[in-house]
């Protein structure tokens, strides 16, 4: 399993590492999100909710470079299992508590 940042430092959102964050995200990155969706229900043209979409991107972009720097090895570790499990929370709870432990949800 690669890392979940590449050599430059920048997130590689992959499945397991989307999987793997998703509470952080959901936490995080709730305004950005809600105002997207009000956006995508007020007008469900693509190109009227790009900036919106941008938005959710950098703030969860940002996050998974925060929380690997933050909790490297916690976090490497819940998203090998999660790519090696397919993404299944119930065969990884071990790494997700010393993740969710070494980064707590803010």
Do not use: I, W
Request: hydrophobic share 30%.
């Amino acid at each position: 399993m690669a890392s979940p940042v590449d050599a430059s430092g920048e997130p590689v959102p992959t499945s397991a590492v989307l999987m793997a964050s998703s509470k952080h995200v959901a936490t995080r990155c709730y305004a950005e999100n809600l105002e997207f969706l009000k956006c995508k229900k007020k007008d469900p043209n693509p190109e009227k909710c790009l900036e919106q979409g941008r938005q959710v991107t950098r703030c969860v972009l940002t996050l998974l470079k925060d929380l690997h720097q933050k909790c490297t090895k916690e976090m490497d570790a819940y998203v090998g299992c999660m790519y090696y499990y397919t993404n299944e929370f119930d065969l990884c709870r071990k790494e997700q508590q010393a993740f969710e432990k070494g980064c707590p949800l803010e």
